[in-house]
């Protein structure tokens, strides 16, 4: 039996639902982390490392303390009694080896690794008191340049969660000696810092009873709480970590940054409310996207089937940990391949961790992989796209068994055809406009359709309103909308009649925001926790006297329009909060239950896609490079809102420009140190660099993944875009770059 | 950042009677650069005389038809000035390629001459620099100088100046009026920024306790034949890796007059008149523009990473001679008509 839904308002997944927090965020009312304020805040000034590595000597604080004002300066001299053990510093995106605990001794392991903290009555005064602060050093012999150690490089035994060794098949070495035609290259590309717009900063209050309350930026307050409670032995129920809006993070806050273990300590020891907040400088001291080095070797028939794959890369990590990253797996999935050959190494170097940074790994791996497979098409002599088509595969080749769902073909055909590619033509330096010259490039993008384990609470009152919590974050991608949206139609209420919060440890458990994981995970539990609350309003229903509901089962009546109707007759029907009501039931509370959907989700590879197409526009005699124009073309299961989704495409879309184009950290050696530390030189695209981007979402059903069919789509747009660039650009100019960022004297 | 006091100004007079040579009173009007300085420790004052009052906020014309800029006036509005617009449209282009609207809406046009280089190893203390502090030595030699000078660099310093207008003003021969206690200067444009030799710490010819109050344009705009053209890793809010004014005369598809200005390349903006006098009079082609070019680069020095920048150098110049020749009437600039107006 079906039901027209055409007359059904309250279907809201699908629809492009303004931001429920756009008001709150354009007015102002929207409250970051540093906007909070208490009675008696003290404010921390952290102080770092000018070198890279070596010990602390002595540190004079004696006129700094002078100064009125000035509390407290801590560093590894007068900050005695913490944990030894590394156990008590893990956090949720632990990486083997030992992780950084601030003021822990006197060793300093990278440049601006912070040595000391000032905490004063005002911010200004703590960051005078800190100029005034006197350390001397014993400087120690450093390498921090992956070039020069490249003889070092290892093969990590483990890796951080997620990490997939990765795994050769067939005989690659065989087969790319006996390939008709072949293609090697080497790529690299500089060290990336994620730079959100919003700077790290926590603020701890200590409450009369000895808990904590505090506001941090982070992807995940649990993996905070987690971090403070173990760190300073409180019980976890003791600490509150809140982080409702954040300023955009992309990974880095991923893990507990130094300014959280800062500024409990400082509270903790001081009993006062304390901020700790970074410099933008500062914010160029924690995780990056490591400086990579990879090597793609291609063999083909003449007829362009993939006959051999062998992809290296090597990247940089510090010395106490081993930062790993998916970089090569993805060669081995993306196309049909008998013989692929992968291998991944790591640097250790005197630098900080790298971090996760927007699909990482992918973002690097299938830069290299989508330029190497534009090489060979034209060594080949075949168009770029129809190669990729004849190597298509519908399975997948490394785990040898169906995705669940996987629609690339369709983003290869629409997104042609929106951009035109067609009209191509195919010899590079043959488009032309005027003095520039044009180049139409395209790539392929994967990434994995992740579902971690995630709970939602609700409570529905007898008013018919709802609210539901989970302790997920909001980095800025749209998740207090989706989860009001699916929470709505669930239950069949208007939008307006349902609240979503998160960012409060105290609400039930979800992950950290990262791995394009939230949608899915914390999406399929606020879904179960609203089936539940159906299930109880429908017996309720039922109790009530002539109840039009009495004879059917849940299946055969409707949730809509706030009303629980009969299918076959929707002029039988009960509103909700009548139901409540006349039952005389104040409010009804459910927890999500564990799904099994697990168990139906391990015979299959899950996987988004994406086809990207690049317009480049370069002067040639001057280097200039343009992107006029790019298509987005996106495989990712169900688009729960078609609007927050084109701007997270477009966000990544305009990151994979940077990468292509703009964006490196770059690393000093005479001092071991990122030395373009700010906004004004660390270049990221600005307006004038943003061009026409289409975002296309195929049609992708997937009862796999999860009952919603969502695959998540935070990583996706920007894997390929990179790639699509650089071969736009060997299109306009018959020029191969593999050095990224492609900056203009690489054109000359 | 350090401890300062501060006081404002209401007439030129109070503010040069209250700064004191040598006791670390610096003048601040748009602070877009000084601020950032001193948040980075790198400038530490010990007073602040803010000037943003006092009346030098117009732009008049002079008794040689050319115009007075008050150094008060913001680059926005400079750039936006119909006089500008009309009769110096080279300037306002140049101010229009600078910074962002934001800080363009800032800045003052006294202080854009006297911003300081924006090398990454002045900005940071904890690296050696020569003109943050005489004697430490140059990071940038051996280190990212990428942003760094060709031209007229010493052992001592190879840092650029990062003035966008003030390339124009070099090309336009601007003159720089200058007050002290005693006396009022005037100082030609090609003599207010100075090479570092090894005095790296020392920007411009304003000797201590001075004050700028106009920039001052000849009658000649060159509203004619001009070009900007600035190339930089993005396409707004970047200092440029090279820039090139071009102030043109044409008699019969001949140079009568030329000027050239290169922003980016070294310590001050930088002119080259023996080249530009060979041309003159030579037919306005492109061979007879990359001999300038030639000369203008001869004795061009690159670094591990700005080599590029000398065939890139010689490239905008060419270009901008080609550009500065064929103009026809552009359309009134502004930020939002800047790109489209010139096409890189």
Not at chain 2, 2 to 14: C, G, K, L, V, Y
Not at chain 2, 43 to 68: A, F, K, M, S, V
Request: hydrophobic share 40%.
């Amino acid at each position: 039996m079906t039901v027209s839904m055409t007359d059904t308002w309250t279907n809201y997944i699908g629809k492009p639902v303004n931001r429920v927090d756009g008001v709150a965020k354009v007015t102002g009312t929207a409250r970051y982390t540093a906007e909070y304020n208490v009675q008696g805040l003290l404010y921390g000034m952290v102080i770092s490392s000018p070198i890279a590595r070596g010990k602390i000597i002595s540190i004079d604080t004696s006129l700094a303390l002078a100064v009125q004002g000035v509390k407290k300066i801590y560093s590894h001299e007068n900050v005695k009694d913490m944990p030894w053990f590394d156990i008590s510093y893990k956090d949720m995106n632990l990486l083997p080896g030992s992780p950084y605990r601030p003021f822990y001794s006197n060793e300093i392991q990278f440049s601006q690794q912070p040595i000391a903290l000032v905490i004063a009555e005002s911010l200004e005064l703590a960051r005078y008191a800190s100029t005034l602060v006197r350390i001397q050093y014993e400087e120690d012999v450093f390498e921090t340049s992956l070039e020069k150690n490249i003889d070092k490089a290892f093969t990590p035994k483990k890796g951080k969660a997620g990490f997939q060794k990765p795994k050769s098949r067939g005989r690659a070495d065989r087969a790319l000696k006996k390939a008709d035609v072949k293609v090697e290259a080497d790529y690299y590309h500089g060290a990336e810092h994620h730079n959100p717009m919003e700077m790290f900063v926590s603020m701890a209050i200590y409450e009369p009873d000895g808990s904590l309350t505090i506001y941090d930026k982070t992807q995940g307050v649990l993996n905070s709480q987690s971090y403070v409670a173990r760190v300073f032995d409180i019980k976890h129920r003791k600490v509150r970590v809140l982080s409702p809006y954040v300023g955009g993070a992309f990974g880095s806050g991923l893990r507990p940054q130094y300014q959280l273990f800062m500024a409990v300590l400082a509270a903790l020891d001081l009993q006062q409310p304390v901020r700790v907040s970074l410099t933008r400088q500062q914010m160029f001291s924690f995780g990056h996207r490591p400086i990579t080095w990879q090597r793609l070797e291609l063999g083909a028939s003449r007829e362009g089937m993939l006959q051999a794959i062998r992809h290296s890369a090597i990247s940089e990590t510090s010395r106490f940990e081993n930062y790993t990253e998916n970089i090569v797996n993805w060669s081995g999935r993306l196309y049909m391949c008998d013989h692929v050959k992968l291998d991944y190494q790591l640097v250790q170097l005197d630098v900080n961790s790298p971090l996760d940074m927007r699909a990482p790994g992918a973002a690097t791996g299938l830069l290299a992989l989508e330029c190497a497979m534009d090489e060979l098409a034209y060594t080949l002599g075949i168009d770029p796209l129809e190669l990729r088509m004849r190597n298509y595969t519908e399975r997948d080749p490394e785990k040898d068994r169906a995705f669940s769902s996987k629609n690339l073909m369709d983003c290869y055909k629409q997104g042609a055809e929106h951009f035109g590619w067609e009209k191509r033509s195919y010899n590079a330096r043959s488009m032309r406009n005027g003095k520039h010259l044009i180049g139409w490039g395209m790539a392929s993008g994967i990434w994995d359709a992740m579902m971690m384990p995630a709970r939602a609470e609700a409570i529905i009152t007898d008013d018919g309103k709802l609210t539901v919590s989970s302790a997920t974050s909001d980095i800025g991608t749209g998740t207090y909308t989706i989860m009001t949206q699916i929470a709505a139609e669930t239950l069949g209420i208007p939008l307006e009649d349902v609240t979503f919060a998160l960012g409060d440890s105290k609400f039930v458990f979800a992950p950290y925001e990262g791995g394009s994981a939230t949608a899915a995970s914390v999406g399929t539990a606020v879904w179960n926790v609203c089936h539940k609350l159906k299930d109880e309003l429908f017996s309720l229903a039922k109790d009530i006297e002539d109840s039009p509901v009495k004879k059917y089962s849940i299946d055969d009546v409707v949730f809509a329009n706030g009303k629980i109707a009969c299918k076959d007759n929707l002029e039988q029907f009960l509103f909700i909060a009548d139901v409540m009501q006349r039952t005389h039931t104040k409010s009804i509370k459910k927890k999500s239950a564990d799904l099994a959907a697990l168990i139906k989700q391990m015979g299959y590879s899950r996987n988004t896609h994406s086809a990207v197409f690049a317009e480049v526009k370069v002067d040639e005699d001057l280097g200039m490079i343009s992107v006029t124009r790019v298509v987005s073309a996106i495989a990712a299961g169900n688009i729960i809102n078609p609007k927050t989704a084109r701007s997270q495409i477009m966000g990544a879309v305009l990151w994979g420009i940077s990468m292509a184009l703009h964006e490196e950290s770059f690393l000093d050696h005479q001092f071991g140190r990122f030395i373009n530390h700010d906004y004004a030189e660390y270049h990221i695209p600005v307006h004038a660099d943003t061009p026409e981007i289409e975002v296309i979402f195929v049609k992708e059903d997937d009862p796999v993944v999860n009952p919603l069919g969502i695959k998540g789509i935070g990583e996706i747009g920007i894997i390929g875009v990179a790639a699509a660039v650089a071969n736009a650009i060997h299109h306009a100019t018959g020029k191969r770059v593999r050095e990224f960022p492609i900056t203009p004297d690489k054109l000359l | 950042m350090n401890r300062f006091t501060f006081t404002s100004a209401h007439t030129i007079d109070e503010a040069l009677h209250e700064n004191i040579p040598g006791n670390g009173t610096r003048f601040i009007a748009g602070g877009t650069n000084l601020i950032d300085l001193m948040r980075a420790d790198v400038e530490r004052p010990d007073h602040l005389i803010d000037i943003r009052h006092l009346d030098l906020q117009t732009i008049t014309d002079t008794e040689d038809g050319g115009l007075r800029l008050g150094a008060l006036v913001k680059n926005a509005d400079t750039a936006y000035d119909e006089k500008v617009q009309s009769r110096y449209p080279l300037l306002a282009k140049a101010i229009l390629a600078g910074a962002s609207p934001q800080l363009r809406n800032m800045a003052t046009n006294g202080g854009n001459l006297l911003q300081r280089t924006r090398c990454y190893y002045f900005y940071d203390t904890a690296t050696p620099c020569n003109k943050r502090v005489p004697g430490q030595g140059c990071s940038a030699v051996g280190g990212y100088n990428r942003m760094h000078a060709i031209l007229g660099a010493s052992d001592h310093c190879i840092a650029t100046h990062p003035s966008d207008m003030c390339v124009a003003l070099a090309a336009l021969e601007a003159r720089v009026v200058v007050m002290g206690k005693e006396s009022k200067r005037v100082i030609p444009f090609s003599e207010f920024h100075r090479l570092p030799g090894d005095q790296p710490h020392i920007d411009s010819a304003l000797l201590p306790g001075e004050l700028i109050t106009h920039i001052e344009l000849p009658a000649n705009g060159f509203s004619s034949h001009y070009q900007y053209i600035k190339l930089r890793d993005r396409r707004s809010y970047a200092f440029a890796l090279v820039s090139v004014a071009v102030a043109l005369t044409l008699e019969d598809n001949a140079v009568k007059d030329v000027r050239i200005a290169l922003g980016g390349v070294a310590h001050k903006p930088w002119r080259n008149t023996e080249a530009e006098n060979i041309l003159k009079g030579k037919a306005a082609e492109e061979l007879n523009f990359r001999n300038a070019a030639d000369i203008i680069l001869q004795e061009a020095k690159g670094y591990t990473y700005n080599t590029f920048k000398i065939e890139l150098a010689r490239r905008a110049i060419v270009r901008a001679l080609a550009e500065a020749r064929d103009l026809q009437a552009p359309e009134p600039l502004n930020c939002y008509t800047y790109n489209r107006h010139h096409q890189l």
